[in-house]
Structures are given as structure tokens and as C-alpha cells.
């Protein structure tokens, strides 16, 4: 599907008007410090697609904190890290939890439900943690590279915060080491994975460097190959199983797009054979999900017709 993206920028930028005032409707989330003081007010939306255009409105290029949308690139990698072992240790099911909720881990005896909840996304951190000899690094120039910039960076503050009031992710990670799912050390395993969530990048940015998931596989900028086209495909369900937490079900009801939420604001949605959408806004609503960052991946996926489900 190739076509020109110039009348949608004025779209986009009557959309995000639209919603204005919405951001009224969500809370920052204050349980990581750091993220409560940015401006609620922002807000910004891009549209990368797979022939090379990028467009944009409002604040899209202003870096805000990934946070778990950062849990895909960290799959990405364990996936091509240690292949199809992987699913010996972590499972592909939605959790119809909230994002950091433990009570399921210890019924079903430290396996994550999925890659895409804390727990999954701690089991990840163990694997790079344990494969790679600086995992964060391996980590940042992985993002620098999709984002084809090496201004993305990691906000320090934001880390500090996290790690100082990590404690309910620590208790996830040692409930899996108890069951002798964690191989590195904790201190190591967390550091990672508050390391990548500390990730800042904007919604250009973001929406450019997944565009190998909308592109079976390959980086379109750089004809390099991400991932096989086959695990460009099982991320994809995953991300519209489980990517919007114990909202997927509504999301895909509704939208039909794989997309990935994180508490900084930030909400992906993938559109096979066409690009990527970033939406961000920080106010969540109480699944975890940007309030306005759903109104506006809504909007543009009802607009252009891009639901999968058609
Ligand atoms: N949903 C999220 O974005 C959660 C990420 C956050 N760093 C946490 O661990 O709680």
C-alpha cells in the first residue's frame, strides 16, 4: 500500500486538536517518581510507514520515557539470542492481570504468562543479562541502530527513580528465581530491565525503529533483517494478545491493530505491510494505558480503515 502521506499531517493535526482537553481524563503515573513530573499537557503522534515516510503532529519529536514499549525490543533480542528455547521458560498467553500483578507467577510456578507483563519482561532481562557481556549497552546501540540516531538516550533520573522504588518488580524477579527461572544475580536482572524502560525516544523515533514488525521482519531504511518473518509474526499476536495488558481484549475488539502501551505514555500500534503508529500523551487510565494515546490510535486506525480484522 503506497500512498501519499501529505493530507493526513493535516489529519493528524485535527485530530490530536480534538483531543485537546481529553488528557483531563487519565492520572501520570506517580508510582516511578520521576515520570509525575512531566507536563501532562503534551502530546504528540507520528506515522512511520514502510516506503519511508515519516509524518507527524504536536509534540512527535519531543523524547519521553519508553517504558514498556521496551519490552518488545528486549524480545526481539532474547528471541534472537537463545531461539526457540526461549518459550521453555516464558509462555505466549494473555494474563487478563494488571501489568505488574504477582499473584498469578506463583500459581503457575514462576512461568510469566508473557513477554509482555513485568514478569515476562524480567524474564527477558535475565536472558540478555545472562547472554550478553553488557547487556544494557548491547541494548542502547540496538535502539540507536532501529532508530537510525544515536541521540537516543537514557534519562537518569527516570532509572534512579525506578530502581528506588523497584520493589514490587524485585519481588517478581525473586519469586522466579525461587523457582530457578532466573539464572543472573537480581541486582543484574533489575538493572537491565530498569535500564531499558529508562530508554527516552519520540514518537518519530519509535515509530521508525518498529517498523521491521509492519515489514516481515526487515528494517525498511536499512534492508537488514530484525528478526525472521516468523517471529515478526508471533510478536505481532503477542502484541495483540497481551501488548495493552487486561485491556488487549477491548483493544483488539475495538481498534484490531498489535500495539504495545508503557507508563511514560507512549502507545505503538503496528499496521502489517503499511508502518508503524506512535501515539503519546503521559495521563493512563487505570490499566496502565495512555488515555489519549488510545483516543488518537483509534481515531486514525478507524479513519484509514488499518484494522487487521477486516
Ligand atoms: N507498564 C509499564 O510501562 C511498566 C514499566 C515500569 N518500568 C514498571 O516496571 O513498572
Known amino acids: 500500500m503506497k500512498q501519499d502521506l501529505t493530507d493526513l499531517r493535516e489529519k493528524l493535526q485535527a485530530l490530536l486538536s480534538e483531543q485537546h482537553m ?36 504536536g509534540q512527535d519529536k519531543t523524547p519521553f520515557s519508553i517504558q514498556s514499549i521496551s519490552k518488545i525490543f528486549g524480545l526481539v533480542m532474547a528471541m534472537n539470542r537463545i531461539g526457540d528455547s526461549l518459550w521453555q521458560r516464558i509462555n505466549m498467553e494473555p494474563s487478563g492481570q494488571p501489568f505488574n500483578s504477582i499473584i498469578q507467577l506463583e500459581w503457575e510456578k514462576g512461568i510469566p504468562r508473557n513477554p509482555m507483563i513485568n514478569a515476562g519482561a524480567l524474564l527477558i532481562a535475565d536472558v540478555l543479562a545472562s547472554h550478553f557481556s553488557s547487556s544494557k549497552l548491547a541494548f542502547l546501540s540496538f535502539m540507536r541502530q532501529l532508530a537510525g540516531s544515536e541521540a537516543v538516550q537514557i534519562d537518569r533520573n527516570v532509572y534512579q527513580s525506578e530502581l528506588a522504588h523497584g520493589n514490587r518488580n524485585a519481588a517478581l524477579a525473586y519469586l522466579m528465581k525461587s523457582f530457578g527461572n532466573i539464572d543472573a544475580e537480581i541486582p543484574s536482572v533489575l538493572s537491565h530491565y530498569f535500564t531499558q524502560c529508562s530508554v527516552t525516544m519520540s514518537c518519530q523515533q519509535l515509530a521508525r525503529s518498529l517498523l521491521f514488525l509492519a515489514n516481515k521482519g526487515k528494517d525498511p531504511y536499512t534492508n537488514s533483517n530484525i528478526c525472521s518473518a516468523k517471529d515478526a509474526h508471533r510478536i505481532n499476536a503477542i502484541l495483540s494478545t497481551s501488548g495493552m495488558y487486561d485491556q488487549s481484549g477491548e483493544f483488539a475488539f475495538s481498534v484490531g491493530l498489535p500495539a504495545k502501551s508503557g ?48
Not at 506515522?47 to 503532529?57: C, K, N
Not at 488515555?291 to 486506525?301: E, M, P, S
Not at 479513519?303 to 477486516?310: A, F, Q
Open 22 to 57: 481529553q488528557y483531563q481524563q487519565g492520572k501520570v503515573a506517580d508510582y516511578i517518581p520521576a515520570l509525575a513530573e512531566v507536563n501532562p499537557a503534551l502530546m504528540g503522534v507520528a506515522i512511520a510507514t514502510i516506503d519511508g515516510q515519516i509524518i507527524g503532529a
Open 263 to 310: 507508563v511514560g505514555g507512549g502507545v505503538i500500534a503496528v499496521v502489517p505491510s503499511f508502518g508503524v503508529i506512535c501515539a503519546w500523551s503521559p495521563p493512563l487510565n487505570p490499566y496502565g494505558n495512555s488515555v489519549v494515546g488510545i483516543n488518537l490510535i483509534t481515531d486514525i486506525a478507524e479513519t484509514l480503515g488499518l484494522s487487521i480484522y477486516h
